[in-house]
């Protein structure tokens, strides 16, 4: 991570200088323990600036970091980008197109 201040999402556990590495990690796990994942979805709510995509990062970190053929994810940005938000059915047509 650069030395000067970055607006943008950390990715990786190396770069957490708030402590969000544990939450992430624990919630992936959690995540692969589920018995029968099949339609499973989470959600991560919190303010503006809070570190919800990069707690979104260090997740899929940890996922990918036990990558087998037993389960496939997608992340999708429910609030829009660039402060406009998606509609209910543009938001699922995103999470269906794997």
């Not at 770069?15 to 991560?44: E, M, R």
């Not at 707690?55 to 087998?68: F, Q």
């Not at 037993?70 to 999708?76: K, P």
Request: net charge neutral; aromatic share 8%; hydrophobic share 35%.
């Amino acid at each position: 991570m650069s030395k000067y201040f970055n607006d943008s999402p950390i990715e990786t556990a190396e770069d957490d200088q708030y402590g969000i590495s544990p939450f992430s990690k624990a919630l992936a796990i959690s995540l692969l323990g589920i018995v029968n994942p099949i339609g499973t979805v989470i959600a991560i709510n919190g303010a503006w600036g809070s570190g919800k995509s990069s707690a979104v990062n260090l997740i899929r970190a940890e996922l990918d970091s036990h990558k087998d053929e037993s389960y496939a994810s997608s992340i999708s940005n429910a609030g829009g980008i660039g402060g406009r938000r998606l509609s209910p059915s543009r938001f699922c047509r995103s999470c269906t197109a794997l």
